[in-house]
């Protein structure tokens, strides 16, 4: 079992930046990919990023591209998601998940993770 908590999120002015992070604990899960997906209200959950623990690589959704950026602390098993350039757009409520190895065709997919946080919300004022 893998349990994800979330925290810093807040409210931010347009232009500002949030830094999330999502602490993991339970089994050891050194080749698993990690992701932020949020919700906005009234629409659908969206990937935002995703990284691979023991390589690095990382994935962007295209609205997100060059503003955001996710990285990762192994030994404090903890992974970060840098928020720059916040527009109005971004508001939502962030999650963190955790899933056993995926193709990169899955790991867009919010169905391919078995493990979440309970999410952080982030408001961006304009």
């Known amino acids: 079992q893998v349990q994800l908590v979330e925290s810093g999120g807040g409210l931010a002015q347009a232009g500002g930046s949030l830094r999330l992070s999502c602490a993991a604990s339970?089994?050891?899960?050194?080749?698993?990919?990690m992701a932020w997906f949020r919700q906005a209200p009234g629409k659908e959950r969206e990937f935002v990023a995703a990284?691979?623990?023991?390589?690095?690589?990382?994935y962007y959704a295209d609205s997100v591209k060059g503003r955001f950026t996710i990285s990762r602390d192994n030994g404090e098993n903890t992974v970060y998601l840098k928020m720059n350039s916040l527009i109005a757009e971004d508001t939502a409520i962030y999650y963190c998940?955790?899933?056993?190895?995926?193709?990169?065709?899955?790991?867009?997919?919010?169905?391919?993770?078995?493990?979440w946080g309970q999410g952080t919300q982030v408001t961006v004022s304009s």
């Open positions: 998940a955790a899933s056993e190895p995926l193709s990169t065709a899955q790991l867009m997919g919010d169905t391919s993770y078995h493990y």
């Open positions: 990284i691979i623990r023991s390589i690095g690589v990382t």
């Open positions: 339970g089994r050891t899960f050194s080749r698993y990919v």
